[in-house]
């Protein structure tokens, strides 16, 4: 079936930005001006979408907890930067690799190179979300700033066929994608400096979003203590000191004291911190976190209640 034309030059988007005319002419620090004052727009359009973002971060940790997954799909740079978003939270979170994924137009090859034919490919994003096996628990955010991309638009659509819950993120009000999702994100971040360019406003904002949508979540799951990432990978010197640091922190130790006490859990930021901060052993504060599914402030809730119920228990003996 023949495609029907699109005219982009009218998507908010791919206007004229008239604060960035002659922009060829300009020295190096009047651009780096101009993309400075135009990026401090993006802000306030993130803001004005808060939300939607909040709700969807609800939704998010609600799938997580039902055993589903987060997938974010898109092309190009918005495919980019869900792949982006996507593979930090494992080392940020200590999450299964499996548990937020990527879908990008192209496959990974698209992650170095361009393949825009892979687009316009309505069958190909229909067949790469066949091949996540969509549940009902899963969250799919699909990411396009025009928000027309038919490769999203496709996976978008059998995702919610499945049963899943589907968000775009996009830049451009009552678009195709807005229309297939249950929940829009609309970032409007109007046109770019360099006309076209969507890496741009409409990348940051894009990258905004998705920061805000795997954190908050992580945050609601529990991978957060207080504003601390403890649940990180220590897989080289500097997150070694990091997690170091990050007890020493939650827990009020010393640093020779939060060394010992890591080393104590096995090198687990999570376990040692339900170990310092109920004085349990190292196989009760795994269990706690066991049974909380990782929740540490629950963890250490958990372990603080059994540990003064056994107290209570040995007084009465």
Same mark, same amino acid.
Request: glycine share 10%; net charge positive; charged share 25%.
């Given at each position: 079936?023949?495609?029907?034309?699109?005219?982009?030059?009218?998507?908010?988007?791919?206007?004229?930005?008239?604060?960035?005319?002659?922009?060829?002419?300009?020295?190096?620090?009047?651009?780096?001006?101009?993309?400075?004052?135009?990026?401090?727009?993006?802000?306030?359009?993130?803001?004005?979408?808060?939300?939607?973002?909040?709700?969807?971060?609800?939704?998010?940790?609600?799938?997580?907890?039902?055993?589903?997954?987060?997938?974010?799909?898109?092309?190009?740079?918005?495919?980019?930067?869900?792949?982006?978003?996507?593979?930090?939270?494992?080392?940020?979170?200590?999450?299964?690799?499996?548990?937020?994924?990527?879908?990008?137009?192209?496959?990974?090859?698209?992650?170095?190179?361009?393949?825009?034919?892979?687009?316009?490919?309505?069958?190909?994003?229909?067949?790469?979300?066949?091949?996540?096996?969509?549940?009902?628990?899963?969250?799919?955010?699909?990411?396009?700033?025009?928000?027309?991309?038919?490769?999203?638009?496709?996976?978008?659509?059998?995702?919610?066929?499945?049963?899943?819950?589907?968000?775009?993120?996009?830049?451009?009000?009552?678009?195709?994608?807005?229309?297939?999702?249950?929940?829009?994100?609309?970032?409007?971040?109007?046109?770019?400096?360099?006309?076209?360019?969507?890496?741009?406003?409409?990348?940051?904002?894009?990258?905004?979003?998705?920061?805000?949508?795997?954190?908050?979540?992580?945050?609601?799951?529990?991978?957060?203590?207080?504003?601390?990432?403890?649940?990180?990978?220590?897989?080289?010197?500097?997150?070694?000191?990091?997690?170091?640091?990050?007890?020493?922190?939650?827990?009020?130790?010393? @640093?020779?004291? =939060?060394?010992? &006490? /890591? !080393? #104590?859990?096995?090198?687990? +930021?999570?376990? %040692?911190?339900?170990?310092?901060?109920?004085?349990?052993? @190292?196989?009760? =504060?795994?269990? &706690? /976190? !066991? #049974?909380?599914?990782?929740? +540490?402030?629950? %963890?250490?809730?958990?372990?603080?209640?059994?540990?003064?119920?056994?107290?209570?228990?040995?007084?009465?003996?």
């Amino acid at each position: 079936m023949k495609r029907r034309k699109e005219n982009l030059g009218r998507l908010p988007t791919e206007g004229t930005n008239f604060s960035s005319a002659d922009l060829d002419c300009k020295p190096s620090l009047e651009i780096a001006r101009i993309i400075n004052r135009e990026d401090g727009k993006v802000a306030g359009a993130v803001r004005r979408a808060l939300p939607q973002i909040a709700q969807a971060i609800d939704w998010i940790a609600e799938g997580i907890r039902k055993r589903g997954r987060l997938i974010y799909v898109g092309t190009g740079t918005s495919g980019r930067l869900g792949a982006l978003d996507a593979s930090e939270c494992p080392p940020t979170f200590g999450v299964d690799p499996k548990l937020v994924q990527f879908v990008i137009a192209g496959g990974t090859r698209a992650l170095h190179t361009a393949v825009e034919a892979s687009e316009d490919s309505r069958s190909l994003g229909s067949r790469e979300m066949a091949k996540r096996k969509i549940s009902k628990n899963d969250i799919v955010v699909g990411i396009a700033a025009s928000g027309r991309t038919p490769f999203t638009i496709a996976a978008l659509e059998y995702a919610r066929r499945r049963g899943a819950k589907t968000i775009a993120v996009t830049c451009n009000p009552h678009s195709a994608l807005e229309r297939v999702a249950d929940l829009t994100v609309l970032v409007e971040v109007g046109p770019e400096v360099i006309a076209g360019s969507s890496r741009m406003k409409a990348g940051t904002a894009e990258k905004m979003v998705l920061n805000m949508l795997s954190s908050g979540a992580m945050t609601r799951l529990g991978y957060v203590y207080g504003n601390l990432m403890v649940n990180l990978h220590r897989k080289n010197s500097k997150l070694l000191d990091r997690g170091i640091t990050i007890l020493e922190r939650a827990s009020g130790l010393s @640093r020779p004291a =939060a060394e010992k &006490a /890591l !080393k #104590s859990a096995g090198n687990s +930021v999570p376990v %040692a911190l339900v170990m310092v901060r109920t004085a349990v052993d @190292r196989q009760t =504060a795994q269990r &706690a /976190l !066991k #049974s909380s599914h990782g929740h +540490v402030r629950q %963890a250490i809730e958990r372990a603080s209640l059994n540990s003064s119920l056994n107290r209570q228990k040995g007084g009465r003996t």
